[in-house]
Every structure is written in C-alpha cells, then in structure tokens.
C-alpha cells in the first residue's frame, strides 16, 4: 500500500511511522524537567507539540508529540521522539531537518515537515532551559 498525502507518493518509513506512530501522548508541562515545544506552518495548517523530559544529569529519558497534520508532519514527529530519547541536550541541538527528512525520504514538497519537527525540538529544549533558569524578580518573603 502507498499512502499518498495530497498525490505525493510517502515512503515505506512514512507510512510505517504514520500508521504506528512512536510515542504520542503529553508530559507534564508544568513538571520543570520537562521541555515543551508547540510549532505551526499557518501555509499548510500543520502544529507539532513535542516534549522531552529530561533527567538529573540532562539526559532526555522521555519524549512525546501530538500533531495535526499530514503523513509527513506525523512521521516527522514520531521520528523526532525517538532521535532525542537518550540524547543529551546538547546532544538534541545538533538533530536537523535535513536528517529527519533524508531518513524518512521527504519529497521537496514535503520538507516543511522535517523542519517543524526540528524547530519542535529546539522549542521543547528552550521551554527546558528557561525552566532551569532561577526565578528572577522579587525579594523572598520570610
């Protein structure tokens, strides 16, 4: 069977990711170990919520996505969590869009896909940092 999204033809790794998509569900988005990033194309309607919980040592442990959108952005997404599990922070950083997109074999038309489920991440791993951050601003009340 070849699924096609809006008469492209996806690939064996789209379809599979899309029809048994990895780790779908939410974490705890007030949890200050966990990282959310929440991204949109407004051209083709696609949002990726991805988050990352991340241990002591800054390690990610868990990720997790909900997407709306096409084949492609679900399959982006699901790849994206299973790339950044057992990754360091750092180590996060350095996933692109051109991986994701070479490993699930995008079409150009397609590659806007890749690079929300990048821009996902690098939120996810922002929301995580900003967390870790001491609170600024008023005294402590005694």
Known sequence: MVLTDMSVD?????VDHYENPRNVGSL???SKNVGTGLVGAP?????MKLQIQVDEKGKI????FKTFGCG?????SSLATE????KTVEEALTIKN???????CLPPVKLHCSM???DAIKAALADYKLKQEPKKGGAEKK
């Open 43 to 47: 051209a083709c309607g696609d949002v």
């Open 10 to 14: 996806l690939s064996t790794q789209v």
């Open 72 to 76: 492609s952005a679900i399959a982006s």
């Open 61 to 64: 442990v868990d990720a997790r």
């Open 98 to 104: 051109t991986d994701i997109a070479k490993e699930l």
């Open 28 to 30: 705890d988005k007030t």
């Open 83 to 86: 790339w950044v599990k057992g």
């Open 116 to 118: 929300l489920a990048e």
